[in-house]
C-alpha cells in the first residue's frame, strides 16, 4: 500500500467561513494535480483559529456544517483527494473541537479530547472534551488524528497506538512564541518515539489579533527523527509519500516495516517531495536549524501587524514619528510588512522637540521611501492650557502639562486615523507598558502595537538586526532601514526641558531584566535581589508594574512574542493591594 498526503500549511480568516473554505478547496485541488490521495489542514481551519466566543453562536456553528457538508459532496467525484478538515460540531447539544475525515462521499468524524485552558488558550469556555479518539480507515490505513493538545500529554497518542494506528495527523493552531518550535519538536519526537508510529504536525500560520502563528509543520519518522520542516511565516503545500508492506488489519498491518516501533508496525515515510527536487529518503534526517531569535521575533511582527491590517481592511497605518528608536523600528516593520506607500508617518514638534528629533524622524522615512508630514503642536497645547488656567490658578506646572502634549499628539493622530481610514499602530514598548511610562489616551491611542512585548533593550536589538537583515518577503528596503543616531541617542519623551528617560527609570538593561524576573518569572523580589539588584530598586520596579495594569487593560492589542504577553497570557486584577 501506497498514500501520497499533502500537508496544507494555511492562513485563515477567523469568521470568514467562504474564503476558508475557498482556501482549503484551492489546496485541496493544488495537492490532487500533484497526485496527492489525502490533504490535511490545520485546526479548526472552516472558522479560523482561535475563534473564541464565537463559538456560542449557532449561526457560525452551522454555517461551518454546511460547508463541511458541500466538501463532503465534492469528495464524491472521480479522482477526488480525502480531505482532514477541522471545525466546531455541535452535536447532542455540545460543540465539539473536530477533525473531519471528508472522503468519498462520506465524513468520519474525531473530536478533541485534551482542552488547552491556560495562557492564551481558553477552550474550555467554549468547547466540550471529546471522547479519547479511535483510529479512522483511509484507503487501507489506519490513521489517528489526534488534535493539537491532544500530544502535549501522552495518554491520547498511547491509547491511539494501541488501537494499531499506523500514522498520526495532528492539525495545530500553536501560536508562536521565542523558542516554542523546538519545545513542540520535543514533545512530537516524544510521542512518535513512545508508540513507534510517525507523526505529522500541521500548524496554522498567519495572524490572529494578538497572536501570530508561525507554521513550520513538520513530520517526525517513528524513531522520533525529523524527516521534513515546512517554511515558517508562510503559506505552504507539502506533499509526503508513505508505504506499508500490508493491509491493515484489526491490529494493525500483517508486517511490520524497518520504521516499526516497539509497540507495532507503522506506516513509513518513503520520502518527502520537495518543490523542486526528489523526494527525501526514509531515514535522512531533514536539514534544520533553529530560527535565530530576532528573526524569528521580527518576522512575527511583520506578519502580525500585515495580517491584522489586510484581515480588518485597513488600506494602510498611520504612526507619529519623534526621531527616536521605537517609533523608527515601528515604523521598518510597517514597511516591512505593508510597502512603503501603505505607511503614514506624522511628526508632531513641540517647543521641547529637538532638531536633531526631527532630523532623525524625516531620516527614518527617507530610508523607508515613506511619506512624512509634519504637524506642530504648539498652538493647540497653549489654547488647551489657556482653557485649563483658570482652574489651575495657583497650582505648579507638573505632570499634567507634560501629559497634555501627548494627549495633544494622540488627538491629532487618531483624526488622521478617522479621516483616511488608516490603522493608527501605537510605538510603545514592553518596559514602558510595564512601568506604565506612556500616556493613557495620549501615545498609547492606537489600534495596534508593534512593540508591545518587546522590551526596550530588544528594541535596540532588532533595530540593529534590521540594518543587517533583509525580511524575507517583505516590502521595505534591502539596506539600512533605521537611522544610527536613533540607536545611539539617550532615549527621551522630550514633554520638557533636557529630559531623558533615565530620569525616571533605572537603566533598560537593569530594569528589563528585573521586569523579566516579576513578569515571565514570576519571581518574588528576594529572588531578584539574590541577583544582585538592590532591594530599593526591585520594590519600585514592582509597585510601578502593579499600580499601571489600569494602563495596561486599555491598551491596544499587540503581538505576542514572549510566553507571557500582557493580555490573556496575565491577568492581573486592576485593584491590587499586595506587594513584597
Not at 24 to 29: A, G, L, N, T
Not at 366 to 390: C, H, K
Not at 496 to 507: E, G, I, K, V
Amino acid at each position: 500500500m501506497t498514500l501520497t498526503i499533502a500537508f496544507a500549511q494555511v492562513n485563515p480568516t477567523v469568521g470568514d467561513i467562504a474564503g476558508n473554505t475557498a482556501l482549503v478547496r484551492r489546496m485541496r485541488d493544488d495537492a490532487a494535480a500533484q497526485g496527492a490521495d489525502l490533504v490535511v489542514f490545520s485546526e479548526l481551519v472552516l472558522v479560523g483559529y482561535p475563534p473564541e466566543d464565537l463559538v456560542l453562536r449557532p449561526a457560525l456553528v452551522e454555517a461551518a456544517a454546511d460547508a463541511l457538508r458541500a466538501l463532503q459532496r465534492e469528495s464524491a467525484a472521480a479522482g477526488a483527494p480525502g480531505i482532514v478538515v477541522t471545525l466546531p460540531w455541535k452535536e447532542n447539544g455540545r460543540v465539539r473541537n473536530a477533525a473531519a475525515l471528508v472522503a468519498d462521499g462520506r465524513i468520519d468524524l474525531r473530536f478533541k479530547h485534551e482542552l488547552p485552558n491556560y495562557g492564551v488558550f481558553d477552550e474550555k469556555r467554549v468547547f466540550e472534551p471529546g471522547p479519547l479518539p479511535e483510529p479512522v480507515m483511509f484507503r487501507d490505513a489506519s490513521i489517528g488524528i489526534p488534535i493539537c493538545e491532544d500530544i502535549w500529554l501522552d495518554h491520547v497518542t498511547a491509547h491511539l497506538a494501541r488501537r494499531g494506528v499506523q500514522l498520526m495527523l495532528v492539525p495545530n493552531g500553536s501560536p508562536f512564541e521565542v523558542d516554542k518550535f523546538e519545545h513542540r519538536l520535543e514533545l512530537a519526537r516524544a510521542r512518535a518515539s513512545e508508540t513507534g508510529v510517525p507523526l505529522a504536525y500541521i500548524n496554522q500560520v498567519g495572524g490572529q489579533d494578538e497572536l501570530v502563528f508561525d507554521g513550520g509543520s513538520f513530520v517526525i519518522n517513528a524513531d522520533g527523527s525529523l524527516a521534513s520542516v515546512m517554511p515558517f511565516w508562510r503559506e505552504a503545500l507539502t506533499l509526503t509519500h508513505w508505504t506499508c508492506d500490508a493491509p491493515a488489519g484489526p491490529k494493525g498491518p500483517a508486517l511490520r516495516t524497518d520504521l516499526a516501533g516497539p509497540k507495532g508496525p507503522a506506516l513509513r515515510t518513503d520520502g518527502v517531495a520537495g518543490p523542486k527536487g526528489p523526494a527525501l529518503p526514509c531515514r535522512e534526517t531533514a536539514h534544520w536549524s533553529p530560527q535565530p531569535r530576532l528573526d524569528a521575533i521580527y518576522n512575527a511582527m511583520v506578519l502580525g501587524l500585515r495580517d491584522y491590517a489586510r484581515k480588518n481592511r485597513f488600506p494602510g497605518v498611520v504612526l507619529g514619528m519623534s526621531g527616536g528608536i521605537d517609533s523608527a523600528l515601528t515604523a521598518a516593520v510597517a514597511v516591512d510588512a505593508l510597502g512603503a506607500a501603505h505607511v503614514r508617518g506624522v511628526r508632531l514638534p513641540s517647543r521641547f522637540t529637538s532638531k536633531a528629533s526631527l532630523d532623525d524622524a524625516a531620516e527614518s522615512a527617507r530610508m523607508l521611501g515613506m511619506r512624512l508630514d509634519t504637524v506642530p503642536i504648539e498652538s493647540p497645547v497653549a489654547a488647551t492650557e489657556a482653557t485649563l488656567a483658570p482652574l489651575f490658578e495657583g497650582r505648579a506646572r507638573d505632570v499634567t502639562e507634560e501629559n497634555l502634549q501627548a494627549r495633544i499628539r494622540g488627538v491629532l493622530l487618531m483624526a488622521l486615523s478617522n479621516k483616511f481610514g488608516d490603522l493608527l499602530v501605537t510605538t510603545g514598548n514592553k518596559s514602558e507598558m510595564s512601568v506604565g511610562y506612556a500616556t493613557l489616551y495620549g501615545d498609547m491611542c492606537g489600534g495596534y502595537s508593534v512593540l508591545k512585548d518587546i522590551y526596550k533593550t530588544e528594541v535596540y536589538a532588532l533595530a540593529r538586526w534590521r540594518n543587517e537583515h533583509v525580511v524575507d518577503g517583505g516590502c521595505g528596503p534591502r539596506g539600512r532601514a533605521i537611522p544610527e543616531s536613533s540607536i545611539t541617542k539617550a532615549p527621551t519623551a522630550e514633554l520638557r526641558p533636557n529630559q531623558t528617560d533615565q530620569d525616571s527609570l533605572p537603566p533598560y538593561e537593569e530594569l528589563d531584566a528585573i521586569l523579566h524576573g516579576l513578569v515571565e518569572e514570576e519571581l518574588s523580589v528576594a529572588q531578584i535581589v539574590s541577583r544582585g539588584f538592590a532591594r530599593e530598586t526591585v520594590t519600585r520596579v514592582q509597585r510601578l508594574l502593579y499600580s499601571a495594569e489600569y494602563k495596561r487593560r486599555q491598551a491596544p492589542p499587540g503581538v505576542k512574542i514572549t510566553r507571557k504577553s500582557f493580555g490573556r497570557d496575565r491577568r492581573y486584577p486592576l485593584t491590587n493591594a499586595f506587594r513584597e
